[in-house]
Nanobody, 115 residues
Framework: QVQLVESGGGLVQAGGSLRLSCASS????????MGWYCQPPGKQRESVAT???????NFADSVKGRFTISRDVLKNTVYLQMDDLKPEDTAVYYC?????????WGQGTQLTVSS
């Protein structure tokens, strides 16, 4: 059973930066895709950023130019670097990993951006 553990959330002022980490219990190259979703208060979960096994990345329009997704295959960890944060980025951020037809999820980490 794959375990994904997020960390790095917290409270930050608008315009600030934060980096989320997602540590996998297994080798991350076994996953076809990994990425991050966010769930703002009272809203549905939505995709933020993805990174494929070969390293291709994709971002939601709302975060392009502000967020970066990267990985360290030796540490089995995926990162979400978030810059120029806005209050509307406030959400619970979830890491996920796709393995065949299974999507594994982390438990989520809260990001709160104050204005």
């Amino acid at each position: 059973q794959v375990q994904l553990v997020e960390s790095g959330g917290g409270l930050v002022q608008a315009g600030g930066s934060l980096r989320l980490s997602c540590a996998s219990s297994g080798a991350i190259l076994r996953f076809s895709t990994m990425g991050w979703y966010c769930q703002p208060p009272g809203k549905q979960r939505e995709s933020v950023a993805t990174i494929t096994r070969v390293g291709n990345t994709n971002f939601a329009d709302s975060v392009k130019g502000r967020f970066t997704i990267s990985r360290d295959v030796l540490k089995n960890t995926v990162y979400l670097q978030m810059d120029d944060l806005k209050p509307e980025d406030t959400a619970v951020y979830y890491c996920y990993a796709d393995e065949s037809w299974v999507r594994h999820w982390g438990q989520g980490t809260q990001l709160t951006v104050s204005s």
